[in-house]
């Protein structure tokens, strides 16, 4: 093995989470002197995706970086993805580690001919199996493929415990789990609460005005609707005026201003479209996540580390993070009535709040970006060990706040 590390990440879900996993990533390994190849699919990018890659690859000349068109189906244009991917193996490899991120680009990276001595590592940021409307035989076929393809892998990463046990029913082997779960830049997101009147300003939320607030793509795992229908029997019961704030874009969006429209939201909606959540969520009150399922959702964390407590279903590190209702509210099973009054709880009562601002503080600091990238660089270490004494041997302490 040469003494530089040469990592290549592939990606095709380049939205959201992901999106915002990967470039964290990437500059993290070229902060540790690895060399960094990124494979990645525009189709599904978003804004925050498109001007953060333009970003790095501005500040760090050494990052490469080509685009695939990855569609997130099974076509036969996949026949021209691996192509272009085996070219590039034999043009710039060999590589030491190729890490798959989401399922499609998962299932490109293990089984691409030309890899190779790498070593091949798959982040699902949430198996397909964790949604509940995957049943019956697709539900058989898609574990049977992750359970084989597991087997030729030298990790599958988990990002949190329930994604563990998904991913042990779904057949993966234990032994080929990491659980690593996500983290962010705490300090640079807490910064964001400095701006919180000007953020309210500008999504045009009056100052008297409590702030219930969505994050996420408008599509059926996240379920929009939920939030509307609760925010409606929220507006009922409580006398102080209140607005809902949704940042995200997706096809359902005339549905649901409809829908909005139905339940007389109309003047108490502000659709604020794709914006960057992780620098708005400082505006709200309470981030209330209503999906199906989740893996573990940076929408969590960058509200938490702007002091903002949430309101969510049962999904991912939720119960976690929440802290037994000290910095989130759990609601399980879906219940819209009690999901209004959670929601209701915490705009209307002050002291509550400001104790759950602060409890989300607390809770956000042992999910640090440093860790997160520390325990990935182990893994790798584990996998495609670096010479001692080389000059990609480096580590920067867990205890940092980036």
């Given at each position: 093995m040469?003494?530089?590390?040469?990592?290549?990440?592939?990606?095709?879900?380049?939205?959201?989470?992901?999106?915002?996993?990967?470039?964290?990533?990437?500059?993290?390994?070229?902060?540790?002197?690895?060399e960094?190849?990124?494979?990645?699919?525009?189709?599904?990018?978003?804004?925050?995706?498109?001007?953060?890659?333009?970003?790095?690859?501005?500040e760090?000349?050494?990052?490469?970086?080509?685009?695939?068109?990855?569609?997130r189906?099974?076509?036969?244009?996949?026949?021209?993805?691996?192509?272009?991917?085996?070219?590039?193996?034999?043009?710039?490899?060999?590589f030491?580690?190729?890490?798959?991120?989401?399922?499609?680009?998962?299932?490109?990276?293990?089984?691409?001919?030309?890899a190779?001595?790498?070593?091949?590592?798959?982040?699902?940021?949430?198996l397909?199996?964790?949604?509940?409307?995957?049943?019956?035989?697709?539900?058989?076929?898609?574990?049977?493929?992750?359970?084989?393809?597991?087997?030729?892998?030298?990790?599958?990463?988990?990002?949190?415990?329930?994604e563990?046990?998904?991913?042990?029913?779904?057949?993966?082997?234990?032994?080929?789990?990491a659980?690593?779960?996500?983290?962010?830049?705490?300090?640079?997101?807490?910064?964001?609460?400095?701006?919180?009147?000007?953020?309210?300003?500008?999504?045009?939320?009056?100052?008297?005005?409590?702030?219930?607030?969505?994050?996420?793509?408008?599509?059926?795992?996240?379920?929009?609707?939920?939030?509307?229908?609760?925010?409606?029997?929220?507006?009922?019961k409580?006398t102080l005026?209140?607005?809902?704030?949704?940042?995200?874009?997706?096809?359902p969006?005339?549905?649901?201003?409809t829908?909005?429209?139905?339940?007389?939201l109309?003047r108490?909606?502000?659709?604020?479209?794709?914006?960057?959540?992780?620098a708005?969520?400082?505006?709200?009150?309470v981030?209330?996540?209503?999906?199906?399922?989740?893996?573990?959702?940076?929408?969590?964390?960058?509200?938490?580390?702007?002091?903002?407590?949430?309101?969510?279903t049962?999904?991912?590190?939720?119960?976690?993070?929440?802290?037994?209702?000290?910095?989130g509210?759990?609601?399980?099973?879906?219940?819209?009535?009690?999901?209004?009054?959670?929601?209701?709880?915490?705009?209307?009562?002050?002291?509550?709040?400001?104790?759950?601002?602060?409890a989300?503080?607390?809770?956000?600091?042992?999910?640090?970006?440093?860790?997160?990238?520390?325990?990935?660089?182990d893994?790798?270490?584990?996998?495609?060990?670096?010479?001692?004494g080389?000059?990609?041997?480096?580590r920067?302490?867990?205890?940092?706040?980036?």
């Open positions: 040469s003494e530089k590390r040469k990592v290549l990440l592939v990606l095709e879900a380049t939205l959201g989470g992901t999106g915002r996993h990967i470039l964290d990533l990437a500059r993290g390994l070229l902060d540790r002197n690895d960094v190849h990124l494979i990645y699919s525009g189709l599904r990018a978003d804004v925050q995706f498109t001007q953060g890659l333009a970003r790095l690859k501005r760090r000349p050494d990052f490469r970086a080509l685009e695939i068109r990855i569609t189906a099974v076509t036969p244009g996949d026949f021209v993805v691996f192509y272009r991917l085996f070219r590039y193996l034999r043009q710039n490899g060999p030491d580690i190729i890490h798959g991120h989401s399922t499609k680009a998962g299932f490109v990276a293990r089984i691409v001919p030309g190779g001595r790498a070593a091949k590592i798959y982040t699902p940021h949430g397909m199996t964790m949604n509940p409307e995957l049943r019956g035989l697709g539900r058989r076929a898609v574990s049977a493929l992750e359970s084989f393809l597991a087997r030729r892998s030298a990790k599958v990463i988990v990002v949190s415990r329930d563990w046990r998904c991913a042990v029913e779904t057949g993966i082997p234990e032994r080929k789990l659980l690593i779960e996500n983290g962010v830049d705490v300090a640079a997101l807490a910064r964001h609460a400095e701006r919180r009147e000007e953020i309210r300003a500008s999504l045009r939320v009056p100052r008297e005005a409590a702030c219930v607030g969505f994050i996420g793509r408008l599509t059926e795992q996240k379920k929009p609707e939920r939030v509307l229908d609760a925010f409606a029997i929220l507006k009922r409580t005026p209140v607005k809902l704030v949704v940042i995200g874009c997706g096809l969006e005339f549905a649901l201003k829908h909005a429209t139905a339940l007389g109309e108490d909606v502000v659709w604020a479209g794709p914006l960057d959540g992780a708005y969520v400082a505006g709200f009150d981030l209330a996540c209503t999906s199906t399922y989740e893996a573990f959702a940076y929408v969590f964390l960058e509200a938490l580390a702007s002091g903002v407590p949430f309101v969510s049962r999904v991912g590190v939720a119960e976690e993070l929440g802290q037994g209702g000290s910095a509210f759990v609601c399980e099973p879906w219940n819209t009535e009690r999901f209004a009054d959670l929601l209701l709880r915490v705009i209307e009562d002050q002291t509550l709040r400001r104790s759950m601002s602060e989300a503080k607390r809770v956000v600091a042992e999910f640090s970006l440093d860790r997160m990238l520390n325990r990935i660089s893994l790798y270490d584990s996998v495609a060990p670096i010479p001692a080389s000059a990609a041997n480096f920067i302490a867990a205890g940092g706040s980036r």
